[in-house]
């Protein structure tokens, strides 16, 4: 099985702030990777797929970039709304698996 | 719009069966696999099981392989996750969840709002 591993596994940040998260697969999955946005008690939100590509009705503040074992999601200007938990996930074979998640917090 | 909602979750004892459905609407529900979710209180979100959008291909989880079987009706634009021999290592919220493109292989777009499974004596 593929392992995601998440960095850092929480962060605490300001409004406004440019937050960057980090995944790396333990080995190579393409560009088969997916981003995702949870908060408390809600279900998850599907915001980038293709490791690049905005899901339908994403802002443009979010963004991901990388290939191969490492990728990246980057959020330009925090917003209070943007505070919530992030989970990368590969597609590339099966079982499919999810990062360990990045709370994102207030500072 | 698409709408997945999910029911059948409760409390079961340990080494009982419960069926979920998952009933879709707001797309062509049998053009596209559909997955199953599961979120253990307090974790992280695990991957259960995908369906290809016929029903012909099925794969799953190493926590579940051999318990739990994933099927559909396209016919009623529902799809079933039936889970055998629960522990209590399978409690969770359990979400459904639309694959993005038409072909077996990907990721999901759009999620259900989760159904609550917990195994206790």
């Known amino acids: 099985d593929i392992q995601m591993t998440q960095s850092p596994s929480s962060l605490s940040a300001s409004v406004g702030d440019r937050i960057t998260i980090t995944c790396r697969a333990s080995?190579?999955?393409?560009?088969?990777l997916a981003w995702f946005q949870q908060k408390p008690g809600k279900a998850p939100r599907s915001l980038i797929y293709a490791a690049s590509s905005l899901q339908s009705g994403v802002p443009s503040k979010f963004s991901g970039s990388g290939s191969g074992t490492d990728f990246t999601l980057t959020i330009s200007s925090l917003q209070p709304e943007d505070f919530a938990t992030y989970y990368c996930?590969?597609?590339?074979?099966?079982?499919?698996?999810f990062g360990g998640g990045t709370k994102v917090e207030i500072k | 719009q698409v709408q997945l909602v999910e029911s059948g979750g409760g409390v079961v004892q340990p080494g009982r069966s419960l069926r979920l459905s998952c009933e879709a609407s707001?797309?062509?529900?049998?053009?596209?696999?559909m997955h199953w979710v599961r979120q253990a209180p307090g974790k992280g979100l695990e991957w259960v099981a995908l369906?290809?959008?016929?029903?012909?291909?099925?794969y799953f989880g190493d926590p579940v392989k051999g318990r739990f079987s994933i099927s559909r009706d396209n016919s009623k634009n529902t799809l079933y996750l039936q889970m055998n021999s629960l522990s209590a290592e399978d409690t969770a919220v359990y979400y459904c969840a639309k694959s993005i493109f038409t072909a077996v292989a990907g990721t999901v777009d759009y999620w259900g709002q989760g159904t609550l499974v917990t195994v206790s004596s």
């Open positions: 080995q190579g999955i393409s560009n088969y």
């Open positions: 369906i290809s959008s016929d029903g012909s291909n099925k």
């Open positions: 996930q590969q597609y590339n074979s099966y079982p499919l698996t």
């Open positions: 707001g797309f062509t529900f049998s053009s596209y696999g």
